[in-house]
Nanobody, 123 residues
Framework: QVQLRESGGGLVQAGGSLRLSCAASGRTFSTYSMAWFRQAPGKEREFVAT????????NYADSVKGRFAISRDNAKNSAYLQMDSLKPEDTGVYYCAARAGLTRIGREEYDYWGQGTQVTVSS
């Protein structure tokens, strides 16, 4: 089992950057694929990015490709989401999630979730 805690959210102007962090408990972090999802008010939670257990393979939603970068540091039990060129439509609560095994993009595939961190992008 793994517990996740996000940090790094905040208010930023359009075009700005934020770096989200996800700290995981436990000593088996490297056995989990990690992902970021987000949920805007009144909308369903949507996939943002995922990274494989060793950090070699990544996948992104089309809406964030070229602007966001997911990474992880297994020695620090942490995953990250670097967000550049932010847009107002990126506003929402960002969640990190973990699943044992291979990466997936469906939120129903993930077993462990953090509480979320709010990102607000002003125009």
């Amino acid at each position: 089992q793994v517990q996740l805690r996000e940090s790094g959210g905040g208010l930023v102007q359009a075009g700005g950057s934020l770096r989200l962090s996800c700290a995981a408990s436990g000593r088996t972090f490297s056995t989990y694929s990690m992902a970021w999802f987000r949920q805007a008010p009144g909308k369903e939670r949507e996939f943002v990015a995922t990274i494989s257990r060793a950090g070699i393979a990544t996948n992104y939603a089309d809406s964030v490709k070229g602007r966001f970068a997911i990474s992880r540091d297994n020695a620090k039990n942490s995953a990250y989401l670097q967000m550049d060129s932010l847009k107002p439509e990126d506003t929402g609560v960002y969640y990190c999630a973990a699943r044992a095994g291979l990466t997936r993009i469906g939120r129903e595939e993930y077993d462990y979730w953090g509480q979320g961190t709010q990102v607000t992008v002003s125009s």
